[in-house]
Nanobody
Framework: QVQLVESGGGSVQAGGSLRLSCAAS????????MGWFRQAPGKEREFVAS????????NYADSVKGRFTMSRANAKNTVYLQMNSLKPEDTAIYYC?????????????????????WGKGTQVTVSS
C-alpha cells in the first residue's frame, strides 16, 4: 500500500513563500518519478511540476516556471515544492502524485492520467 502525505500548506500574502513536502511510503520511492498537481475551486486538477527518479530532470507548468522549484531527497522518501513569489491565482489544494511507469521515471511527467497514486492534498491560500 503506497501512501503519500503532504504537509506545509497554509496562508500567505502575495509575494510570500511556502515549501510543501510529500512523504512517501510503501514502495521503493527512489525508482519513480514524482509530481505535484493543484486544483482550485471550480477548476480541473492541473499539472504543476514533476521530477525524475534521480532528481536530474524536472518539468514545470508555464504558470509557475521561475517561481517554483521541485526537489527530492530519496534517502528520506520525500519530495518538496519550494514556492516563491506566490500569487493569488496559486490558491488551490496541492496534491502529491506518484507515477510508477518506466517511461516517466527518467524524465518526469505532466499527464494526470499516468498518475498511479495521489496524496490527500494540502491547502495553499494566497491573499492579495
Amino acid at each position: 500500500q503506497v501512501q503519500l502525505v503532504e504537509s506545509g500548506g497554509g496562508s500567505v500574502q502575495a509575494g510570500g513563500s511556502l515549501r510543501l513536502s510529500c512523504a512517501a511510503s510503501g514502495r521503493t520511492f527512489s525508482r519513480y518519478a514524482m509530481g505535484w498537481f493543484r486544483q482550485a475551486p471550480g477548476k480541473e486538477r492541473e499539472f504543476v511540476a514533476s521530477i525524475s527518479w534521480s532528481g536530474l530532470n524536472s518539468n514545470y507548468a508555464d504558470s509557475v516556471k521561475g517561481r517554483f522549484t521541485m526537489s527530492r531527497a530519496n534517502a528520506k522518501n520525500t519530495v518538496y515544492l519550494q514556492m516563491n513569489s506566490l500569487k493569488p491565482e496559486d490558491t488551490a489544494i496541492y496534491y502529491c502524485a506518484a507515477d510508477f511507469g518506466t517511461a516517466s521515471s527518467g524524465v518526469g511527467f505532466r499527464d494526470r492520467g499516468t498518475v498511479d497514486y495521489w496524496g490527500k492534498g494540502t491547502q495553499v491560500t494566497v491573499s492579495s
